[in-house]
Every structure is written in structure tokens, then in C-alpha cells.
């Protein structure tokens, strides 16, 4: 069979596009895991970006060496039949979680970077998300693919302009005080297990549908390795920002200081990556509840933003320090199962 260079670039891109969220944008997702942790945050991002590759990989591999179609199947696999249906009530919980931080982010943008009521930016997003409902997802796929490279871009241009800054090296060997300084240790393992254990609803059915083993360990690696860079690259820049913990949108003010010509195209994109962060997640909702209730896909979508609205009036910031985190702990289970199964690789022929 010949090496498809080609496919194994388009699972790396999916790879990326999916692990890279609206926390992952705004930059305050960095900053919870690592950047507050200054020198230590940076050998634990390149700590995840081993685990990225190595069990994104894996998880992909497997998923196809069983024919995995939907992720319900693959963690049937990894927990067994019964603990498999808690692990995916448990889903539906994160992902209500989740879509309320989209949301107060969405909210946090027209606040904090425009000076307009948080109301604003949730009840906009809302609207939108139910457009895109009713039009279908080709529009939704569009923002993405420009978007997802846009941000990076953005990404590598800010990290070259920091670099270049006279204290950049203090910056980055400088280790400040947290009185939560042990979190910097198991911070790649819950990172990576929160990101994995979401992402798995993408991933598996995109690995099953390639089948080839080569390819989708390839896929794998530079998908591994290309969030390796942008986690770096924003670890770079955001050092470099005084009292980082502060803002919500930190990438964006970083931006106005070092490329202000670029700041509201960044803030477009920023809330663009919320905006398809908030639909992925109701998509995915959406076809967990009707699993258990009979209920008109507009119904199931009132009552997913009803939620995450009252759940998002919380601060942003507050949401993500506490959800994020304990989402990636309780997601340990999964990434210890996924990284202990042994896994005979398919012959390739």
C-alpha cells in the first residue's frame, strides 16, 4: 500500500483543529496549565506535547483496529459495557461545562476587548449557534478552516516579537511563587487527558473511516507535534505579559501591546474559535441526549443553551480555573486505561 503523505496531513489537521479551542485562543487555557508556572510551565508543555503524540496516536490507532464508529464504542472498549454508559452520562455533564465557559468567553470578548455588556456577546452567540442550526454545517466547517490557521499564524507572529524583547530570557528561566506550584507537575497529564477525552469524539470516527495504521500513526505525530509549537509559541508570548493571571482574553491584550495594526482581526478570531468551539459542543450534545430522550433537535438545543447560559453567568475566568482543571483530572481515568491497553499494531500489507 502506498504512504499517504496527503491523509496523514489532513488527521493532523483535524487533530490540531480539534484540541485547539476557545480556551486554547483567548490564551487563558495556557495560562491556567502552564505560563502562570513560568520555567516549569514550559517543561510541562513539552511533557504534553510527548503525551499528544504518543497517546493521540494511539487513541486513533486503536480506534481503528477496532472499528470504532463513534466514541461510545471505543470507550466501551477501554471500560467495559456498564462503566462505559457512566463514563458517557459523565460526557454529557463535561460538555454542558464546557459550552457554558464558550459561552462566558464569547461574553468575556464583548466585555473585557469591547466594552460592551457581557449579555451581548452571549445572546449574539446564541443566536448564531440556532442560524447555523436551522442553514446546516457547511458554514460552520468554512469558519474553521480559516480560522484554525489564521489563530496560528497570529500565534507564531506574536512568539517572534516576544523573543526579540530584552528580558525575554529572564522571563523564561524565571520561576514565580504559587502556592499551587505541585498543579505544574500533574498539569500535562490532566491537560492532555481533558483535551483527549473530549477530542475523542472526533478522532475515533475520523481514524476508523482511514483505516490505514501508517497513516493514521503519522497523522498522529505531526498533529502531536504541530500543538507542541503553538503551545510553545504561546507560553512565549504570554510570559512576557505583567500579571498575565489578571485577564480573560490575555492573547488579545498581548496583541494590542506588541501588533495593535492586527488587534481586531485577532479578537474576530478569537470570538470565531468560541463561536465553533460553542457549535461543536452542541452538536455533540445534542446527539448524546437523544440517546436517552425523544426530543426535536431544536427542543434539545433550547434546553443545552438554557443551561449553559445560567451555568455561564459565572466569570470566565472563575469557570475555566475550576472546570478546566477538574474535568482534566476526572479524565485521568480514561487517559490511564488508554495509556496502559496494550495495542497490537495492524500489519500493514
Known sequence: MKRDWTQAFQIAAVYVGTVVGAGFATGKEIVEFFSRFGFFGLISIIMSG???IALGSKLMRMAAFIEAKSYQEFNEYLFGKWPSRVINVFMIFM???????????AGAV?????????AVGVFLTIFLSY???????????????????????????LMIFSVQMPNFLDQLLFIPPADDGW??????FSYVALNLGLAQAVLVPIATEV???????WGGFLGGAALTVILIAGHFTLIMLPNLELYNIPMAIVMKNLAPFLYWIFVLVIYGEIFTSVIGNVFGLDRQLKQYLTIPTM????????????????????LLSYLYPLFGYICMIFFILLWMK????RVRK
Request: glycine share 6%; proline share 6%; no cysteine.
Open 342 to 345: 496494550p495495542f497490537t499494531p
Open 95 to 105: 460538555l454542558l461545562g464546557v459550552s457554558a465557559v464558550m459561552l462566558s468567553g
Open 110 to 118: 464583548f466585555e473585557e476587548q469591547l466594552n460592551l455588556p457581557k
Open 299 to 318: 427542543l434539545s438545543v433550547t434546553l443545552i443553551f438554557a443551561v449553559s447560559y445560567l451555568i455561564s453567568l459565572v466569570n470566565y475566568g472563575t
Open 50 to 52: 510527548y503525551l499528544f
Open 131 to 157: 442560524l447555523v442550526m436551522i442553514v446546516g454545517t457547511k458554514g460552520l466547517f468554512a469558519v474553521n478552516t480559516f480560522v484554525v490557521p489564521v489563530m496560528i499564524t497570529f500565534s507564531i507572529i
Open 183 to 188: 498543579k505544574s507537575v500533574i498539569a500535562p
Open 211 to 217: 483505516k490505514d495504521d501508517w497513516t493514521i500513526k
